[in-house]
């Protein structure tokens, strides 16, 4: 029997973690020859992530530069996933999420007639600011995709009001709730119980509001006097001057090098609390009963989970939000805890239908 030649295409660190249970998946099927094409778009992150999720990289087409911007990202990766494909043609490629890296790969496949596979498809704010492009991205890979993986049946409702075929649309669950539940059996990374768990990244965000949120915190801090943070801090230039500016050498506050993704989820298990414009985080913060408050206006991610809160990025909201939720009970429940956004089988489910495609 011939094997399906399958690429899976990552570029930044939450794709890797991600991707990695499909391409365990791949892996464990016969019926499969998976290879991992590396955009290089965050170069140090993805690489780090890559190594925590053990998926290694077949082809890496090394995209990164200073300064880079994202019509330059998108140029090189077409270019060069492009003539990589023509030299090595695939059955299926397969990208995640709404990067730049995830939309380059959906046009090259598209242009040159592979069936592309959309996971994490369907999330929808319907505001091209908010998030800022990865709104704009996913609306135009699902526009592509042979298959549309998504999470819940809220995002299949979105795929069926924009008109995309019912035919080419998956439930599947997050493949995110996958890759948390295999890191936290391997971590043992563990927070002190009164730790506040910090990460915040997104472009939106940067300017007055990160200061808005982390002016919040400091707030919050004056008033917990047994609070401490963790924040394992992106490497833009922009989340770093901010923090300097308004959280200052508070020894409450660690800031550390972003973290190995099982070494996280430890992280994440353990912290008391979490406040975070992470997208992933509140896919995974179901599982482990986590209070998440989401530092966002709104949020591709709609959920009847109490713990999961949209609060804003105003000083005050913040601030109320934090007081509010560090006074409730922390969870004491089962671990993994139910989780509307899936039950840990997305990844070989994702296998399965490519695979089964005639």
Known sequence: MTSKRIALVVGTRPEAIKMAPVYRAFRADSRANVEVISSGQHRELLQS?????????SVDLDVMTPGQSLNGVLAKVVERMGAHFE??????????GDTTTALAAAQVGYHLRIPVGHVEA??????????FPEEGNRQLIDRLARWCFVPTEAERRNLRAERIDDAR???TGNTAVD????????????LGPSTLLLTLHRRESFGGELDAILEGLRDFLERTPEAKVIWPVHPNPEVKAAAARTLGDDERVHMAAPMPYVAFAGALRSARLVLTDSGGIQEEGPSLGKTVLVARERTERPTDDARNRIVGRSREGIRDALLSAWAEPAYAGPIPAPNPFGDGHAGRRIAELVLDTP
């Not at 992530?49 to 290694?56: F, Q």
């Not at 369907?122 to 998030?131: E, K, N």
């Not at 890759?179 to 563990?190: F, P, Q, V």
């Open 49 to 57: 992530a890559l190594a925590s999720v053990e998926m290694p990289v």
């Open 87 to 96: 030299a090595n043609p695939v059955d299926a490629v397969l990208l995640q």
């Open 122 to 131: 369907g999330l929808r704010t319907y505001d091209h600011a908010h998030p």
């Open 169 to 171: 649309i998956f439930v």
């Open 179 to 190: 890759g948390l539940l295999w890191a936290i059996e391997r971590s043992d990374t563990h």
